[in-house]
């Protein structure tokens, strides 16, 4: 079965400055997609940025990358410039065909 | 676009009561609508998918008979929570997606509260 895993219950940056969430995931399967999902105090789940497995070149969406690594099935997420609204719950998720699979989040503080 | 509502944002009804929980996909057709669960300080957990005309697919332990999904149309999913008691509060969310492979699209969620 496939797993997702987050290291990192909890994380702390200086505003303006760069922090990276750890995601590590297992499978079995080649073709899949990963995810990172942002959840604000609202508890909106918002879409951060996302990944298909079978390409090589990292996503990026702004001042949001990641650092994908396939063969060690590693999905970090790197935020640039952190802003205080950055500050939320932090879920990566897999997809193959069937249904999201969730880490259990790492919650991101923005200091000012 | 992928703009995915949820209505009502919150309730609160009686012990016995049953409760409808909207979900609509308003800029694109969803064949694949998702319902999760959320506890405090928890990641979501997947209660069932549905994929338009058909039967709801549950996750393991969960009731079906408890929470009714219907997926009638390409835009539109309801839960039904029948019968609620206090165990069944949470934080109710939905998403959608165009195919089931493809990304997933989430509402703002219900709060659910049973006195």
């Known amino acids: 079965a496939q797993t997702v895993t987050q290291s990192q219950p909890e994380m702390s940056v200086q505003e303006a400055e760069t922090v990276t969430l750890s995601c590590t995931y297992d499978?079995?399967?080649?073709?899949?997609?990963l995810f990172w999902y942002k959840q604000p105090p609202s508890r909106q789940m918002i879409l951060v940025i996302r990944?298909?497995?079978?390409?090589?070149q990292n996503a990026t969406e702004n001042r949001f990358s990641v650092n994908f690594q396939k063969a060690a099935k590693s999905f970090s997420l790197k935020i640039s410039d952190s802003q205080l609204g950055d500050a939320a719950m932090y879920f990566c998720?897999?997809?193959?065909?069937?249904?999201?699979?969730f880490g259990k989040g790492t919650k991101l503080s923005v200091k000012p | 676009g992928a703009v995915v509502s949820q209505h009502p944002s919150w309730v609160i009804c009686k012990s016995g009561t049953s409760v409808k929980i909207e979900c609509r996909s308003l800029?694109?057709?969803?064949?694949?609508m998702f319902w999760y669960r959320q506890f405090p300080k928890q990641s979501l957990m997947l209660m069932a998918t549905?994929?338009?005309?058909?039967?709801?697919?549950?996750e393991q332990g969960v009731e079906k008979d408890k929470f009714l999904i219907n997926h009638a149309s390409l835009t539109l999913s309801t839960l039904t929570v029948t019968s609620a008691h206090p165990e069944d509060s949470s934080f109710y969310i939905c998403?959608?997606?165009?195919?089931?492979?493809?990304?997933?699209?989430f509402g703002p969620g219900t709060r659910l509260l049973v006195l």
């Open positions: 990944q298909e497995a079978y390409k090589q």
């Open positions: 800029d694109f057709q969803a064949t694949t």
């Open positions: 998720a897999y997809r193959s065909q069937g249904n999201l699979i």
């Open positions: 998403s959608a997606s165009r195919t089931a492979v493809e990304t997933q699209y």
């Open positions: 499978t079995s399967e080649s073709d899949y997609y």
């Open positions: 549905s994929n338009e005309g058909s039967k709801a697919t549950y």
